[in-house]
């Protein structure tokens, strides 16, 4: 016996099933079904967000990473949770360990061991097409990572309080995530471990000085201490600050160099005319503007790794300009390290034998020992301005002749870490990236003395303390002894830039090095 | 089973659902003549649209006004969208209270510690809702829980979606808090410590008899529960069109459905406004006590037409009362369609005169009816399904399994399976049936020393007097045919079997003479030769229309044939069984009057076409010997020309 009309029969004959049902207005209706379609849509939309932040995340849903085509780009707190690359996995999980202690020390004294994060803004991963090698991605982070050790185990950034955690912020290969990941770590500048510096900042490109504008100009303050941006472009960027030559520096110490070397007189400018490649504009204009009276050749150009869709293997014109009167002895080298070995390549098979020296200012050439074959034929030398000497990264536990005071405990942490392999610091990634980190930490405990003892800095305070590390309070760096002041601006006073001659690469600097004064 | 001709019974509980909530209540609506059926309907109908609440009345046992209030509130408080989950808290409190009877009535402060100690004990919700299903279990549901189709899945969670927030969102104690509270004031400006309330409430339910103790009882439960129901309501009670909760009694004519109909009554007439819908069922009117103003007759088709306005407020009475109309043949024909399509089309026609209307009836006999593998050449094919056995009722019922003929006389003379058989009533009953009026059979019954004077009782005579038509040529009820063949059943040469009855009911009638009843009585002995013999002799002389009255009123008269063969061929025997000459004026009377004696009876056979068709060939001939008014015996037979088409 059917009793009730929900199955859609009535269970009395002629009256509707609904008869007695309540007659609802029609706009009720009508907003009761948009509700109802409105709860679906946004259940569905949730459900895909979910969905999609699940197919998108990098490890844990919650690691504060996306993927972006095909890389992990944002801020890796939990520095364990997710290896951007097998190569940095031992050094992110040694940082991992050392961010756990922090933790740990802070949970038995809250009061007394309060701590702070720096983040290290730099990529994490490399491609065919990006500006960093996997081994310089690496050696970025092992050189931030023995700075972080030391500072919160040695007294040799000032007094060990706060300590300091390290995280990743990774904005892609290109650098062109950097929106999202500078937003994210404007968000941490309010957390109970405030984020109260950056560092790294990647390289001389236009995404490197949008980020650092948007940093500077962001109400966080927070303060930006590069590794490797040497265009002189970022000078005048507040709040930020490079423990790294500028190109001006870079070029400076080429002159320095050709001051002592009087048979060098004509000099061809060749550069990178790809876009947007900072550090090769930067370096050429201060090519033309310190060495203008060696630019007899008129300049060559050529399309290079920063733009991958016009990569040229052969430098061709070039080849043949070398030889063409007036022939040069000099190449004022404006472009990227990636495309040196093809430069010097192509350089080797023009036709004249006129010894020529290339003439270059980098952070670091990576091991030039296959090229030394071709230099040796070709009568070409290298003459490389750079932020650290190969004689200083070998084995010997006392580098010879002239080093920065910072350097031996320096590389005495560093192989106290087991973190890097043999040659881990000749491509002066590690060591500059180490010196940037310092430099936050000193301003870091710069700050910490005026605060009560549950307190600790914030980033604005942290980046009123980068133009006052000088006197007495300077930075330890391996790469020099480094102080900053307002009339250098970002560039720092100390960095030593010695000149390296390939061949021979491992002699030790003949002359003392050219060191960034006031 | 689809219920038929109740369009306008469901078009009237529209209306007084539809009725303002803020507003005065509206009429109790009443259905007289038909029960159970007809409120499944309307339950079926409110299932899941609307909250309410099906109660049958006629429970055994005692229950009162607070168990009546407790099913309302369990059933009300079903999930229901658009209305949410209604509690009942007050009432819950009241409960709870009620039922302590340890409660220290010498020491009042024992008795505020004992009462404060038993509310903090109960402090869930679903105790609450345990706690009215409990107090309600005395009263069957007229629907219960375990056939109610559950609603579905979404609208369910759209419904206790708020419900069951809400009860994150109170706490138990807030809630019961509340509740208690209400104690105190009971919505008026006067307060006073809720405990003592309860303390009286307690007092009162205990000592019912004492003064007027359940009345006050009962008025403070009717107001916990309607101020539930109104808090629970909320801002809906002003939404127009969102109609009123209802409430469906079985049985409102039982000694506790007059009880509690009339508190409500009373109460709605003393101002107080429940935004309920009430509608019961009765067997037999038992408002005719009730001044003229207070209710009003609907007949058939006609609306109720309530309507707001006015100075007081109201306009419409306290009660309306509609009697249910019987289902047509047009009814039984469209239900026989709908549930029954592989059935003979000529059997309904037989239950339909059997059952005479009665919706229940009906579906009782065409569902069996249903169940017959073959029908017999002959007839008696109701005979076959009034012998057939129910289908076997459920485990966990008290349900006993009879025959169709034992349900439907249970039903007929509203009785359950819990109640034992009224055997004796119904032998009394059974002899009476025999009778041609209800004036007859009173006679019969206290002339016979059948009833004395102490054995009579209001429930019997109104059973009596149900048993037989206002038209003296209208068919018999289907109780009475029920009641007849069980007197046909009883023995030959009983004191009380079929001759002795009708032989003295024909010599009573010949003492007073009525010579219809003798004729009636007559023919129910069997002796059809006399009864045409009459009809014969006055045919022509008698004006058309009285000999045609009486003709009428004389061929309902029963019978207690078997009907082994097709009724025209019954016909035909029967009327040379009196030696008259076929073609004689005689043998055509007596063909035509044993022709509509046996069509008069439901359970002469199915193939009914020629016996039809006969009556109609006589009624065509004798009517030449009405040299007044041929036409009405053409008349006649036309109409048994066109019944001849419906039982071909």
Same mark, same amino acid.
């Given at each position: 016996?059917?009793?009730?009309?929900?199955?859609?029969?009535?269970?009395?004959?002629?009256?509707?099933?609904?008869?007695?049902?309540?007659?609802?207005?029609?706009?009720?209706?009508?907003?009761?079904?948009?509700?109802?379609?409105?709860?679906?849509?946004?259940?569905?939309?949730?459900?895909?967000?979910?969905?999609?932040?699940?197919?998108?995340?990098?490890?844990?849903?919650?690691?504060?990473?996306?993927?972006?085509?095909?890389?992990?780009?944002?801020?890796?707190?939990?520095?364990?949770?997710?290896?951007?690359?097998?190569?940095?996995?031992?050094?992110?999980?040694?940082?991992?360990?050392?961010?756990?202690?922090?933790?740990?020390?802070?949970?038995?004294?809250?009061?007394?061991?309060?701590?702070?994060?720096?983040?290290?803004?730099?990529?994490?991963?490399?491609?065919?097409?990006?500006?960093?090698?996997?081994?310089?991605?690496?050696?970025?982070?092992?050189?931030?990572?023995?700075?972080?050790?030391?500072?919160?185990?040695?007294?040799?950034?000032?007094?060990?309080?706060?300590?300091?955690?390290?995280?990743?912020?990774?904005?892609?290969?290109?650098?062109?995530?950097?929106?999202?990941?500078?937003?994210?770590?404007?968000?941490?500048?309010?957390?109970?471990?405030?984020?109260?510096?950056?560092?790294?900042?990647?390289?001389?490109?236009?995404?490197?000085?949008?980020?650092?504008?948007?940093?500077?100009?962001?109400?966080?303050?927070?303060?930006?201490?590069?590794?490797?941006?040497?265009?002189?472009?970022?000078?005048?960027?507040?709040?930020?600050?490079?423990?790294?030559?500028?190109?001006?520096?870079?070029?400076?110490?080429?002159?320095?160099?050709?001051?002592?070397?009087?048979?060098?007189?004509?000099?061809?400018?060749?550069?990178?005319?790809?876009?947007?490649?900072?550090?090769?504009?930067?370096?050429?204009?201060?090519?033309?503007?310190?060495?203008?009276?060696?630019?007899?050749?008129?300049?060559?150009?050529?399309?290079?790794?920063?733009?991958?869709?016009?990569?040229?293997?052969?430098?061709?014109?070039?080849?043949?300009?070398?030889?063409?009167?007036?022939?040069?002895?000099?190449?004022?080298?404006?472009?990227?390290?990636?495309?040196?070995?093809?430069?010097?390549?192509?350089?080797?098979?023009?036709?004249?034998?006129?010894?020529?020296?290339?003439?270059?200012?980098?952070?670091?050439?990576?091991?030039?020992?296959?090229?030394?074959?071709?230099?040796?034929?070709?009568?070409?030398?290298?003459?490389?301005?750079?932020?650290?000497?190969?004689?200083?990264?070998?084995?010997?536990?006392?580098?010879?002749?002239?080093?920065?005071?910072?350097?031996?405990?320096?590389?005495?942490?560093?192989?106290?870490?087991?973190?890097?392999?043999?040659?881990?610091?000749?491509?002066?990634?590690?060591?500059?990236?180490?010196?940037?980190?310092?430099?936050?930490?000193?301003?870091?405990?710069?700050?910490?003395?005026?605060?009560?003892?549950?307190?600790?800095?914030?980033?604005?305070?942290?980046?009123?303390?980068?133009?006052?590390?000088?006197?007495?309070?300077?930075?330890?760096?391996?790469?020099?002894?480094?102080?900053?002041?307002?009339?250098?601006?970002?560039?720092?006073?100390?960095?030593?830039?010695?000149?390296?001659?390939?061949?021979?690469?491992?002699?030790?600097?003949?002359?003392?090095?050219?060191?960034?004064?006031? | 089973?689809?219920?038929?001709?109740?369009?306008?019974?469901?078009?009237?509980?529209?209306?007084?659902?539809?009725?303002?909530?803020?507003?005065?209540?509206?009429?109790?609506?009443?259905?007289?003549?038909?029960?159970?059926?007809?409120?499944?309907?309307?339950?079926?109908?409110?299932?899941?649209?609307?909250?309410?609440?099906?109660?049958?009345?006629?429970?055994?046992?005692?229950?009162?006004?607070?168990?009546?209030?407790?099913?309302?509130?369990?059933?009300?408080?079903?999930?229901?969208?658009?209305?949410?989950?209604?509690?009942?808290?007050?009432?819950?409190?009241?409960?709870?209270?009620?039922?302590?009877?340890? /409660? #220290?009535?010498? !020491?009042?402060?024992?008795? +505020?510690?004992?009462?404060?100690? %038993?509310? $903090?004990?109960?402090? @869930?919700?679903?105790?609450?809702?345990?706690?009215?299903?409990?107090?309600?279990?005395?009263?069957?549901?007229?629907?219960?829980?375990?056939?109610?189709?559950?609603?579905?899945?979404?609208?369910?969670?759209?419904?206790?979606?708020?419900?069951?927030?809400?009860?994150?969102?109170?706490?138990?104690?807030?809630?019961?808090?509340?509740?208690?509270?209400?104690?105190?004031?009971?919505?008026?400006?006067?307060?006073?410590?809720?405990?003592?309330?309860?303390?009286?409430?307690?007092?009162?339910?205990?000592?019912?008899?004492?003064?007027?103790?359940?009345?006050?009882?009962?008025?403070?439960?009717?107001?916990?529960?309607?101020?539930?129901?109104?808090?629970?309501?909320?801002?809906?009670?002003?939404?127009?069109?969102?109609?009123?909760?209802?409430?469906? /009694? #079985?049985?409102? !004519?039982?000694?506790?459905? +007059?009880?509690?109909?009339?508190? %409500?009554? $009373?109460?709605?007439? @003393?101002?107080?406004?429940?935004?309920?819908?009430?509608?019961?069922?009765?067997?037999?009117?038992?408002?005719?006590?009730?001044?003229?103003?207070?209710?009003?007759?609907?007949?058939?088709?006609?609306?109720?037409?309530?309507?707001?306005?006015?100075?007081?407020?109201?306009?419409?009475?306290?009660?309306?009362?509609?009697?249910?109309?019987?289902?047509?043949?047009?009814?039984?024909?469209?239900?026989?369609?709908?549930?029954?399509?592989?059935?003979?089309?000529?059997?309904?026609?037989?239950?339909?005169?059997?059952?005479?209307?009665?919706?229940?009836?009906?579906?009782?006999?065409?569902?069996?009816?249903?169940?017959?593998?073959?029908?017999?050449?002959?007839?008696?094919?109701?005979?076959?399904?009034?012998?057939?056995?129910?289908?076997?009722?459920?485990? #966990?019922?008290?349900?006993?399994?009879?025959?169709?003929?034992?349900?439907?006389?249970?039903?007929?003379?509203?009785?359950?399976?819990?109640?034992?058989?009224?055997?004796?009533?119904?032998?009394?009953?059974?002899?009476?049936?025999?009778?041609?009026?209800?004036?007859?059979?009173?006679?019969?019954?206290?002339?016979?020393?059948?009833?004395?004077?102490?054995?009579?009782?209001?429930?019997?005579?109104?059973?009596?007097?149900?048993?037989?038509?206002?038209?003296?040529?209208?068919?018999?009820?289907?109780?009475?045919?029920?009641?007849?063949?069980?007197?046909?059943?009883?023995?030959?040469?009983?004191?009380?079997?079929?001759?002795?009855?009708?032989?003295?009911?024909?010599?009573?009638?010949?003492?007073?003479?009525?010579?219809?009843?003798?004729?009636?009585?007559?023919?129910?002995?069997?002796?059809?030769?006399?009864?045409?013999?009459?009809?014969?002799?006055?045919?022509?002389? #008698?004006?058309?229309?009285?000999?045609?009255?009486?003709?009428?009123?004389v061929v309902q008269a029963p019978t207690n044939l078997d009907h082994p063969v097709p009724p025209a061929d019954e016909a035909h025997r029967l009327a040379r069984a009196t030696g008259a000459d076929p073609d004689s004026r005689l043998g055509r009377i007596t063909r035509l009057v044993a022709a509509l004696w046996l069509a008069a009876d439901p359970f002469t056979g199915r193939h009914r076409a020629d016996l039809h068709d006969g009556i109609k060939r006589d009624y065509r001939a004798i009517a030449l010997q009405f040299h007044d008014d041929q036409s009405r015996l053409v008349a006649e037979a036309t109409t048994h020309r066109v019944r001849a088409e419906q039982w071909r």
């Amino acid at each position: 016996m059917a009793v009730n009309s929900r199955n859609g029969t009535s269970p009395v004959a002629d009256v509707p099933p609904d008869h007695l049902a309540p007659r609802v207005p029609r706009l009720r209706t009508v907003l009761r079904r948009s509700a109802v379609v409105l709860s679906v849509v946004v259940l569905v939309a949730a459900g895909a967000a979910v969905v999609h932040r699940v197919a998108v995340s990098c490890g844990p849903v919650r690691s504060g990473l996306t993927r972006v085509d095909g890389e992990c780009v944002g801020v890796l707190t939990d520095v364990g949770s997710h290896p951007f690359s097998d190569d940095l996995r031992s050094v992110q999980d040694a940082i991992d360990r050392e961010n756990a202690w922090v933790d740990a020390q802070y949970r038995a004294d809250p009061g007394g061991n309060r701590y702070v994060r720096v983040a290290l803004f730099s990529p994490m991963t490399a491609t065919a097409h990006s500006f960093m090698t996997a081994d310089q991605v690496r050696h970025t982070v092992q050189g931030a990572y023995v700075a972080q050790r030391r500072a919160n185990h040695t007294p040799d950034f000032d007094d060990p309080r706060p300590l300091v955690q390290l995280v990743l912020a990774n904005p892609g290969s290109r650098q062109a995530q950097w929106p999202r990941v500078v937003r994210a770590l404007e968000r941490m500048t309010d957390d109970r471990h405030p984020l109260v510096a950056v560092i790294g900042m990647g390289t001389s490109i236009t995404a490197t000085r949008d980020a650092a504008r948007y940093l500077s100009a962001s109400a966080t303050d927070l303060p930006m201490i590069a590794g490797v941006a040497t265009t002189d472009e970022f000078r005048d960027i507040t709040g930020f600050v490079r423990t790294s030559p500028s190109n001006t520096d870079y070029v400076r110490a080429l002159a320095d160099y050709l001051a002592g070397h009087r048979e060098l007189r004509t000099g061809m400018l060749v550069y990178d005319d790809s876009e947007p490649d900072l550090y090769v504009r930067d370096l050429r204009s201060a090519y033309e503007r310190h060495l203008r009276r060696y630019l007899t050749v008129p300049a060559k150009s050529y399309f290079g790794a920063a733009d991958p869709e016009n990569r040229t293997q052969l430098f061709a014109t070039i080849q043949d300009s070398v030889c063409n009167a007036p022939r040069p002895d000099l190449i004022l080298y404006a472009g990227r390290a990636l495309d040196l070995d093809d430069f010097v390549r192509s350089l080797a098979l023009r036709g004249c034998r006129d010894p020529i020296s290339i003439l270059v200012g980098a952070t670091g050439l990576s091991p030039l020992e296959e090229l030394v074959p071709t230099l040796v034929e070709g009568r070409i030398t290298i003459v490389n301005a750079a932020a650290g000497h190969p004689s200083w990264f070998t084995a010997d536990s006392h580098p010879p002749g002239s080093v920065p005071d910072g350097l031996p405990p320096f590389l005495a942490a560093f192989r106290a870490e087991k973190i890097g392999e043999p040659g881990a610091l000749a491509d002066g990634y590690g060591p500059t990236h180490h010196d940037a980190m310092a430099t936050a930490v000193m301003a870091i405990r710069a700050v910490a003395p005026g605060l009560p003892r549950d307190e600790v800095p914030r980033a604005g305070n942290v980046r009123g303390q980068l133009m006052n590390l000088n006197n007495s309070s300077t930075v330890p760096g391996a790469g020099g002894t480094l102080t900053f002041t307002t009339d250098r601006k970002a560039d720092p006073i100390g960095k030593w830039v010695p000149i390296t001659v390939i061949p021979p690469a491992t002699d030790a600097p003949t002359r003392r090095p050219y060191v960034t004064t006031g | 089973m689809t219920l038929f001709g109740r369009r306008h019974a469901v078009g009237l509980v529209r209306e007084v659902m539809t009725c303002p909530q803020d507003g005065p209540a509206p009429p109790v609506l009443v259905f007289e003549g038909g029960r159970t059926a007809l409120l499944t309907g309307v339950a079926g109908l409110l299932d899941g649209r609307v909250p309410y609440a099906h109660v049958d009345l006629g429970a055994q046992g005692r229950p009162g006004t607070p168990e009546v209030l407790y099913a309302l509130a369990f059933h009300l408080g079903r999930p229901c969208p658009l209305y949410g989950t209604l509690r009942f808290p007050r009432l819950a409190v009241g409960k709870l209270v009620m039922d302590d009877t340890t /409660l #220290d009535l010498h !020491d009042r402060d024992a008795a +505020r510690r004992q009462i404060n100690d %038993l509310l $903090r004990a109960h402090r @869930g919700i679903d105790q609450m809702v345990t706690t009215l299903r409990e107090g309600a279990g005395t009263l069957p549901a007229g629907l219960p829980a375990s056939v109610q189709t559950p609603l579905g899945l979404a609208a369910r969670f759209l419904a206790t979606a708020l419900g069951r927030l809400a009860r994150w969102t109170w706490s138990s104690r807030f809630v019961l808090g509340r509740a208690q509270k209400w104690y105190g004031a009971q919505g008026s400006s006067h307060r006073r410590p809720p405990v003592e309330t309860l303390i009286e409430l307690n007092q009162w339910h205990r000592r019912p008899n004492l003064g007027t103790n359940a009345r006050q009882r009962d008025d403070l439960l009717w107001a916990a529960f309607r101020a539930d129901l109104t808090a629970g309501l909320g801002r809906r009670r002003h939404r127009s069109w969102i109609p009123r909760c209802v409430v469906l /009694l #079985d049985n409102a !004519d039982t000694r506790l459905g +007059r009880n509690v109909l009339t508190e %409500l009554v $009373r109460l709605r007439a @003393g101002g107080e406004h429940d935004p309920l819908a009430v509608v019961a069922t009765a067997r037999e009117p038992f408002l005719d006590h009730l001044p003229a103003a207070e209710q009003r007759t609907l007949a058939a088709d006609e609306p109720l037409a309530l309507a707001r306005s006015g100075p007081d407020g109201r306009r419409w009475p306290r009660w309306v009362r509609y009697p249910l109309p019987g289902l047509t043949e047009e009814d039984t024909t469209r239900k026989v369609t709908a549930d029954h399509p592989r059935l003979d089309h000529r059997i309904p026609l037989l239950v339909q005169q059997f059952a005479q209307g009665n919706p229940l009836a009906v579906g009782l006999l065409l569902e069996a009816a249903d169940e017959v593998p073959s029908w017999p050449a002959g007839g008696n094919e109701l005979g076959l399904v009034l012998a057939r056995l129910e289908p076997p009722p459920p485990d #966990d019922t008290d349900r006993v399994q009879c025959t169709i003929a034992e349900r439907l006389c249970r039903h007929l003379l509203g009785r359950d399976d819990r109640d034992p058989f009224p055997d004796d009533e119904v032998e009394t009953l059974t002899t009476c049936a025999a009778a041609r009026t209800g004036e007859q059979a009173l006679t019969l019954a206290v002339g016979s020393g059948l009833l004395t004077p102490d054995g009579y009782t209001g429930e019997l005579s109104t059973l009596l007097a149900g048993l037989w038509p206002t038209a003296p040529d209208a068919a018999p009820p289907p109780l009475r045919r029920l009641l007849l063949r069980r007197l046909a059943a009883r023995p030959a040469d009983a004191e009380t079997g079929w001759r002795a009855v009708h032989e003295r009911l024909r010599r009573e009638c010949a003492e007073r003479a009525d010579r219809t009843g003798e004729l009636y009585h007559a023919l129910a002995l069997g002796e059809l030769g006399r009864v045409a013999g009459y009809f014969t002799e006055r045919a022509g002389v #008698d004006p058309a229309r009285e000999w045609l009255a009486t003709l009428h009123e004389v061929v309902q008269a029963p019978t207690n044939l078997d009907h082994p063969v097709p009724p025209a061929d019954e016909a035909h025997r029967l009327a040379r069984a009196t030696g008259a000459d076929p073609d004689s004026r005689l043998g055509r009377i007596t063909r035509l009057v044993a022709a509509l004696w046996l069509a008069a009876d439901p359970f002469t056979g199915r193939h009914r076409a020629d016996l039809h068709d006969g009556i109609k060939r006589d009624y065509r001939a004798i009517a030449l010997q009405f040299h007044d008014d041929q036409s009405r015996l053409v008349a006649e037979a036309t109409t048994h020309r066109v019944r001849a088409e419906q039982w071909r």
